[in-house]
Every structure is written in C-alpha cells, then in structure tokens.
T-cell receptor, first 114, second 113 residues
Framework: AQSVTQLDSHVSVSEGTPVLLRCNYSSSYSPSLFWYVQHPNKGLQLLLKYTSAATLVKGINGFEAEFKKSETSFHLTKPSAHMSDAAEYFC????????????FGIGTKLQVIP | DGGITQSPKYLFRKEGQNVTLSCEQNLNHDAMYWYRQDPGQGLRLIYY???????QKGDIAEGYSVSREKKESFPLTVTSAQKNPTAFYLCASTPLPTNYGYTFGSGTRLTVV
C-alpha cells in the first residue's frame, strides 16, 4: 500500500523569505514522486518529479525538492517566495507496475504576505 | 498547442438530471483519468482508461459513467445516482508508463441547483 502525508494544510510566508512545504510518503516499491501546483479554479500544473535519478530535483519557477529515502520525505522548497507563488500544492506518489496507482496528498495552501 | 480541454467550465445540474462533462486531449496520450476534488480531501479517482474501449473504476466510481470510443476523448457522465455531485472535476492524461506525470485540464465546476 502507498500513502502520502502533507504535514501542513496551510503555510504562510512573507514575500522574499524561504518556502518549505513538507511531504512524507509510504510505498512498498521504489516510488515516483511529484509536486503539483493549483491556482484557484484552475487545473493542476506539474512543478517537478522524482523518478529514481538525482535525489535533488529542480522544477519550474525556482522550486526544488529533495528525495530522502531514509526519512521517506520529499519536501518542496524555494529560496525566496514571490506573490505569484500563492496557491495550493499537492504532493503525489506513484508506484510502478500494472495500473501504476497514484495517490494525492490533501494539499497545502501557501499564503504569501506582502 | 497541445493540451487537455475540459468543457464546460461551469455546469449546473438539477436534481435527477444526468450531465456529461467533456474532456479532449491532443497530446496523443494513452491514458486518461477523471478526478473529483472537494475542499480538504485532495483528489479522488473516479475512472481511468489506458486504451480505447477499455476503462476501469477508481476509488469513487458509484454514480458516474464513462466511455472511451476515441483515444482523444474521455467524457464523464454524472448520473442521478450520484447523491452529492457538487464538486470540481479534473481530467488528466499521461503517456504510459505514468511516471512521466499527468497533464491536467482546467477543470469543470459542477453545482447542483
């Protein structure tokens, strides 16, 4: 069985300060891990993905995430928040094999304060 | 430009009505998915299809139906049997294997009136 836990439902940061969105996962197999971003009333956009290559993954808009197998974590970071980063972020785990079951976290809403 | 088109953006349904949500992709992706999004619950899988004329139930298929007559199209019908259909519906597609990540449409917000 697989699962994903986003540790914070809401995160608030000041513009120009670092962003940390936390994600832990559980998987019986070597997982693929993703972060998506969703702006209000929009679809989800892929930020970055980990698929067993480099453990530090760089994505779009200055975001990056580090896969830590020993900690079963895949936290999303950005050095300096911008107002346009205010959105909801989803951590996703996917197992290989057959249907390739995909599990979404419940989301973290990021607020950026000017 | 390649992508996924969902229509309509907003849809209102009366009690007892069936409604159909459209999803079309021009990415030549094999697999297509329907998700339902409710506040605080993340995304839940309704149906998915990996090839034409074949589809599988997801975690919350009751009250929904789909078809996959063409690779590009994966419409979702919300039937009167779905007791709480008010939600945001998202269609997604991906080439296989799915570890490339999904491409999502912009969603349809369905409201029961």
């Amino acid at each position: 069985a697989q699962s994903v836990t986003q540790l914070d439902s809401h995160v608030s940061v000041s513009e120009g300060t670092p962003v940390l969105l936390r994600c832990n996962y559980s998987s019986s197999y070597s997982p693929s891990l993703f972060w998506y971003v969703q702006h209000p009333n929009k679809g989800l956009q892929l930020l970055l993905k980990y698929t067993s290559a480099a453990t530090l993954v760089k994505g779009i808009n200055g975001f990056e995430a580090e896969f830590k197998k020993s900690e079963t974590s895949f936290h999303l970071t950005k050095p300096s928040a911008h107002m346009s980063d205010a959105a909801e972020y989803f951590c996703v785990v996917s197992e290989a094999g057959g249907y390739q079951k995909v599990t979404f976290g419940i989301g973290t809403k990021l607020q950026v304060i000017p | 430009d390649g992508g996924i088109t969902q229509s309509p953006k907003y849809l209102f349904r009366k009690e007892g009505q069936n409604v159909t949500l459209s999803c079309e992709q021009n990415l030549n992706h094999d697999a297509m998915y329907w998700y339902r999004q409710d506040p605080g619950q993340g995304l839940r899988l309704i149906y998915y299809s990996q090839i034409v004329n074949d589809f599988q139930k997801g975690d919350i298929a009751e009250g929904y139906s789909v078809s996959r007559e063409k690779k590009e199209s994966f419409p979702l019908t919300v039937t009167s049997a779905q007791k709480n259909p008010t939600a945001f519906y998202l269609c997604a597609s991906t080439p296989l294997p799915t570890n490339y990540g999904y491409t999502f449409g912009s969603g349809t917000r369905l409201t029961v009136v």
